[in-house]
C-alpha cells in the first residue's frame, strides 16, 4: 500500500512518478482532500470528547452541590450526537480512502526504466548465446507429443483448454526440476517450505492480488477462499500482523507450490503448450529484508535465480522491466528471460521483485530493531526460482538432438536416472 505520507509530503512528485506506468494518477489530487477532511475530523472529535470530558466532571460538581444540570445535560448531549454523526462520516472517508490506497499501484524505484511496455525493457546482460543447431529444431509441444511425455487432449477432457498431463520421463522431468531447484536453493540459505495451495481474502489482499486484480484469480466459492496463484502469497502472509525481531533478518524462504491463473485477457496468446498454463508448479524466493539492505538482497536474489539456469547450461538473458511492465505491486523488477529455440525468441522464465514496504503495510509486517523500539515495516522480495513448467521447456529445447531425442542436463542425471529421453 502507498504511505500516504509520501503523498502528502510531496503529491507533484508521488503522481508524476506513478504516472511514468503509463496511466494517469492524477485521482490521488481528490485523496488528498479527503484525507485533509478526515484529519479535521479526527481534531474536531477530539475537541468535542475533550470538552464532554470537562462538561461531564462540572456535572459531577454541580450535582455534589445540589444545583440544576439540565442545560448541562443537553449540552452533552448534543456532543454525544455530534460526535457519533462525525465518526460515522470518518467511518466512509476511511473506507474511501483505503480503497483508493489498495488500488494504487507502488511507487516504482527511481532507477526503474521509463518505457510503456515489456518493449521497451533494458537488457542488463546474457548468459551464452542462443543454441544453434544443425537441423530445424522442433518445439516443446512437437517433442511432447512424439515421445509421449505430454498429453494436452486428455487434459482438455479431464479439465478444459490449458491443461496437460505429463506422462513418463515428461512427469519425471518435471519433478526431477522440482527437487533440483529446491535442493540448490536450500544449500544457498533458503528455509525450504511447502505452504498451503488455497488463501483467504486477507492474504491476497496483503500482496496485492485483491481488489484490482480480482478477475485474474480462481475463486471458490465458499468461504473466500481463492486457488494460490503464486507461493509469493502464502509465504509474504506467513509474518501478516507480526512483528519480526530485527536480529533475524533477512529471512529467506524458498516455497514451493503448485500455482493456478485464470489467465484472464490472455486469450489467443500462448494457446499452444506449456508456456501459459492455468495450473503450473513454481519454485519461488521469498526475503524479508530491513529497509536499507532490500535492494543489496535485490541483487543477490538475482544471481540465486540465475543460478539455476547456469548450472542447467541455458542461454538466458536478464533485462530490468521498465515502470509501464511493472506489476503493480513491486517498486523494481528484474526478468529472467530464458532462450528457446522452437520460438526462436527468449521468453520470461522468472521475475526478481523488491515491494519495499508496499506488501508491508498492507499486511501489517514489521520489524523492531531493538527492545522497547518503534516497530517500523519491513520490505518482502520475491523472485521465481523457477517456474519449473517454463523451465521443462527450455530443457527440452535446447537439449533436443537431431535424432528428435532430448539429451539430460549434466545435473539433472541422478535425479532422472537416464541421460536420453526418447532413446533405447
Known sequence: MLDIRKLRENPEETIRRLNTRGKDFGYLRDL??????????????????????????????????????????????????????????????????????????????????????????????????????????????????????????????????????????????????????????????????????????????????????????????????????????????????????????????????????????????????????????KVELIKFSAPESSYDELEKMLKESELILQLLKIPYRVVAQCAGDLGASMAKTYDIEVWLPGQKTYREIGSISNAEDYQARRGNIRLRREKGAKPEYVHTLNGSGLAVGRTWVAVVENYQEADGSIKIPEVLIPYMGVEYIGRE
Open 32 to 281: 488528498l482532500v479527503k484525507d485533509e477532511e478526515r484529519r479535521k475530523i479526527i481534531a474536531e472529535v477530539e475537541e468535542l470528547k475533550r470538552k464532554r470530558n470537562e462538561t461531564s466532571k462540572l456535572i459531577g460538581e454541580l450535582k455534589r452541590k445540589s444545583e440544576d444540570v439540565t442545560e448541562i445535560l443537553k449540552e452533552v448531549s448534543g456532543y454525544g450526537d455530534r460526535i457519533s454523526a462525525l465518526d460515522a462520516k470518518l467511518k466512509d472517508l476511511e473506507e474511501e480512502i483505503e480503497y483508493v490506497l489498495l488500488i494504487t499501484p507502488n511507487l516504482p524505484h527511481e532507477s526503474v526504466p521509463v518505457g510503456k511496455d515489456e518493449t521497451e525493457n533494458k537488457e542488463i546482460r546474457r548468459f551464452m548465446e542462443p543454441t544453434q543447431f544443425d537441423f530445424e529444431p522442433k518445439d516443446h509441444y512437437e517433442l511432447g507429443v512424439k515421445h509421449d511425455i505430454l498429453d494436452f487432449e486428455r487434459a482438455a477432457k479431464i479439465a478444459g483448454s490449458r491443461f496437460v498431463v505429463y506422462k513418463g520421463f515428461g512427469a519425471r522431468l518435471e519433478r526431477a526440476l522440482i527437487a533440483f531447484m529446491m535442493d540448490v536453493h536450500s544449500r544457498n540459505g533458503y528455509h525450504e517450505i511447502i505452504p498451503p495451495y488455497i488463501v483467504n481474502r486477507e492474504s491476497m489482499t496483503a500482496t496485492g492480488q485483491l481488489p484490482k486484480f480480482e478477475e485474474d484469480a480462481f475463486k471458490l466459492t465458499e468461504n473466500e477462499w481463492f486457488l494460490n496463484p503464486t507461493a509469493e502469497v502464502p509465504t509474504i502472509n506467513l509474518y501478516r500482523d507480526e512483528i519480526i525481531d530485527f536480529d533475524l533478518l533477512p529471512l529467506n524462504f524458498c516455497s514451493y507450490t503448485m500455482a493456478f491463473r485464470s489467465e484472464a485477457g490472455s486469450a489467443g496468446r500462448d494457446t499452444r503448450g506449456l508456456i501459459r498454463t492455468h495450473q503450473f508448479n
